[in-house]
């Protein structure tokens, strides 16, 4: 086979590949479909900008700026900055850890096939969408009723991959498994071969970390970003933690050498600095994820998920009943991610906790549907 008609065999193949879409951005909308955190203010967001703008030089390249921001993940964290790499978004580390430890240190997957996967499902697609892109098969291990986790169950699954994916929090459903659960399990994947990467963009809001679990064992990452608490979802800053070998592989080889621009690492660095600030917001927008919970809750026919992110997973169950829900917020110029039917759950739809302001039009949105 030529070049060009290879090149052109794999065009046709990612041109039938499912992809991640972007939100359509709706102006004067109330945005509480994409899990930003707009209970952080504006204004000290802003504040942190400026003074970033006034001490950065960007005809240089950023070289104090990555250190800076390692020294600040680490003191939030608790953990050794050793332990610790940086990128542009989750995003982008995934993509970096797919194109090398994943495809390197993986089982073959169907014929043709870079290797195998495996995740439980519904779970983050773009995890599952870059997957294919690089040409790995992905087993889909279906969530419990209630979105609960049947270990033993995915470990079966799990061990015939060569990457596992947890993500915890998991997106789009809030849930998180008991930490017990999550740490037997990443014993019983403990095996040659076995990548296992941990994605926490969540878990600010949530119970427990895996994090320190990451820098005892060789073959896990966490991947972490300060899109979520920290309300940086513009800068694209991401971090990942694991063993102090491969972090630090990670920093000196994997990822290039200037990975997030230097306006971007002194505006993390600078929220980074005030994490006192960012945690009093964090319990705000966790007192108000129980305060929306319990409300939906109280609404005939409508059925709210526990979470342990900044979003609530809803289920509305009629056909006509979520259409009146959506009319209802389109109305009101809430823009929420309307999901449709999702594992055997009908009329969802993911809601981000907003300002107090926010989830109260939200809330009187479902109560005017719930009641049509």
Known sequence: MTAAKTVEKELKRIAKLDRYVRPEKITGAIKLDSNENFALDAKFVLQIVTEAARRVDLREYPIDELDGL?????????????????????????????TTLASNNNKKGKKGSSGRAAVFVPTFSYFINRCELHGMAV?????????ELDIDRFAKSAKKAGLVYLCSPNNPTGGQIPKKDAVELLDRLDYDNALVLVDEAYSDFASYSLAKEATKRDNVIV????????????????????????????????????????????????????????????????????????????????????SDAN????????????????KALEKEGIVVKMLGNVSGHTGCMRVTIGTQEMNDRFLKCVREGAAS
């Open 70 to 98: 390692y020294a600040q993940l680490a003191k939030y964290t608790g953990i050794n900055e050793k332990y610790i790499g940086a990128g542009s978004g989750s995003d982008q580390i995934i993509e970096l850890l797919l």
């Open 139 to 147: 087993d889909k291990v279906p969530l419990e009723k209630n979105f």
């Open 223 to 306: 991947l972490r970003t300060l899109s979520k608490a920290f309300g940086l979802a513009g800068a694209r800053v991401g971090y990942m933690i694991a063993g102090e070998k491969t972090a630090g592989l990670f920093r000196s080889t994997i990822q290039s050498p200037y990975p997030v621009s230097t306006l971007s690492l002194t505006i993390a660095t600078g929220v980074l600095e005030r994490a006192d600030f960012v945690k009093k917001t964090i319990e705000d927008v966790k007192g108000e994820r129980r305060r929306v919970f319990e409300s939906l809750d109280e609404i005939k026919g409508i059925k709210a998920f526990r």
């Open 311 to 326: 979003f609530l997973f809803v289920e509305t169950g009629k056909k006509k009943r979520y259409s009146a829900i959506a």
